[in-house]
Each structure stands twice: as structure tokens, then as C-alpha cells.
């Protein structure tokens, strides 16, 4: 549980380092087996998409926590990072709005940062 902890604030410190807008982290743990938790951030351009990657990868990585998997791209305007309990979504604005995961997963516990 403490590790959980610890992953979280070092990404939510990490996102809120290089501006990211919108930090919500979504408890889906309940609800299905994907993960515990999403962590969902805004960028305003696809170089904010990038450093908001290189700043979570940064912090998650010196902390040991290894990365599983990577989807997408700043030119795509998403990015996941599955780090297994917890998967990281990195968004374009307008991609959040269109994939709107926080409607998708309306029933579950949220905490905004």
C-alpha cells in the first residue's frame, strides 16, 4: 500500500513539475483488474505531452519502479504508461475530452490534485 502511495506522489510531483493541467487520479482498483488506479494529466502541446513523459519515466524510473508497457505518442496526443498498479494517461486537451476517461469511469473514486 505504501509503495502505491509513494508511486503516486512521485508521478503527481512529477506532472505538476513540468505544468500539467488537470491531474486526476481515477481508483478503478474496484471495478475492474486492469489496475488500481489511472493518473490523468492535460498538456497544452505535444512538447508538454513529452515532458510530462520524460518527467514521470524521471521520477518513476530513479525510484526503481520499472515501466511495463508504453502506448502512443505526443504526436498522437496520448500517452500510457502502465507501470502495472498504476497506469498513467497523458493527454492533448482535446484527445481527454474525446476519450473522456472520467465519464467512462464515473462511478469510482477520484481525487484531483
Same mark, same amino acid.
Do not use: C, N
Given at each position: 500500500?505504501?509503495?502505491?502511495?509513494?508511486?503516486?506522489?512521485?508521478?503527481?510531483?512529477?506532472?505538476?513539475?513540468?505544468?500539467?493541467?488537470?491531474?486526476?487520479?481515477?481508483?478503478?482498483?474496484?471495478?475492474?483488474?486492469?489496475?488500481?488506479?489511472?493518473?490523468?494529466?492535460?498538456?497544452?502541446?505535444?512538447?508538454?505531452? +513529452?515532458?510530462?513523459?520524460? =518527467?514521470?519515466?524521471?521520477?518513476?524510473?530513479?525510484?526503481?519502479?520499472?515501466?511495463?508497457?508504453?502506448?502512443?505518442?505526443?504526436? =498522437? =496526443? @496520448?500517452?500510457?504508461?502502465?507501470?502495472? +498498479?498504476?497506469?498513467?494517461?497523458?493527454?492533448?486537451?482535446?484527445?481527454?475530452?474525446?476519450? +473522456?476517461?472520467?465519464? !467512462? @469511469?464515473?462511478?469510482? !473514486?477520484? !481525487?484531483?490534485?
Amino acid at each position: 500500500m505504501e509503495e502505491k502511495k509513494s508511486m503516486l506522489q512521485l508521478a503527481v510531483a512529477a506532472m505538476q513539475d513540468k505544468k500539467g493541467e488537470s491531474i486526476v487520479q481515477l481508483h478503478i482498483g474496484e471495478r475492474s483488474v486492469i489496475a488500481d488506479d489511472f493518473l490523468i494529466v492535460s498538456g497544452s502541446s505535444r512538447s508538454q505531452l +513529452d515532458a510530462l513523459l520524460d =518527467g514521470v519515466e524521471e521520477a518513476l524510473g530513479r525510484a526503481g519502479y520499472p515501466l511495463r508497457d508504453r502506448e502512443g505518442s505526443s504526436d =498522437g =496526443g @496520448w500517452i500510457l504508461l502502465d507501470y502495472g +498498479d498504476l497506469v498513467v494517461h497523458i493527454f492533448l486537451r482535446e484527445m481527454r475530452e474525446f476519450y +473522456d476517461l472520467e465519464h !467512462t @469511469w464515473r462511478d469510482v !473514486t477520484r !481525487t484531483v490534485y
